[in-house]
């Protein structure tokens, strides 16, 4: 599915592009995907030479649970002293936050076709195997403790 992307970044950026085919939820359960998407970086971080690559100049790239994944292998890496520093991360609309489903971004874009506000909730609770039940407290906000609210508002709010 991703094929003319790849190809379409390799060439508008002289760039050699990997595409890590991980296994799919729900014959796949969480964390396959991670650990499949992790496994194939190092690989490729420690044989990048094979390949012609610099190691030093290794970005990582994803959309939607592409991008989660992306942000999650850029955070298992980060203090890894066996292999060489991304070089950066690109996270094309990631599944990054669940505190607050009411932020401008979500109320601006909760009708937008395919990816639904409610369905983008459903879609991420399914991912993670979590009972659907929880989705209008998580909607409502009242899914977080008013101490954790408090807490990380500093980093996820409106402001």
Not at 6 to 21: I, L, P, Q, W
Not at 26 to 44: N, R, W
Not at 75 to 84: E, G, I, Y
Request: hydrophobic content about 35%; overall charge neutral; proline content about 6%.
């Amino acid at each position: 599915a991703y094929e003319r992307t790849c190809r379409y970044f390799a060439r508008k950026t002289n760039s050699v592009v990997v595409s890590v085919g991980y296994r799919l939820a729900p014959e796949h359960p969480y964390p396959t995907q991670f650990e499949d998407c992790l496994t194939a970086t190092i690989h490729f971080m420690r044989t990048a030479q094979d390949y012609g690559v610099d190691p030093s100049r290794i970005i990582v790239c994803g959309d939607s649970s592409g991008g989660t994944l992306t942000a999650a292998v850029a955070q298992a890496l980060v203090t890894r002293r066996d292999l060489p520093k991304l070089r950066a991360q690109i996270l094309i609309y990631p599944y990054l936050q669940c505190v607050d489903f009411n932020l401008p971004s979500y109320q601006q874009n909760e009708g937008v076709p395919i990816l639904l506000k409610e369905r983008t909730l459903v879609l991420g609770l399914k991912y993670l195997n979590k009972d659907l039940s929880v989705v209008e407290a998580i909607l409502n906000g009242s899914h977080i403790p008013e101490d954790l609210q408090l807490k990380y508002q500093k980093w996820v709010s409106p402001d």
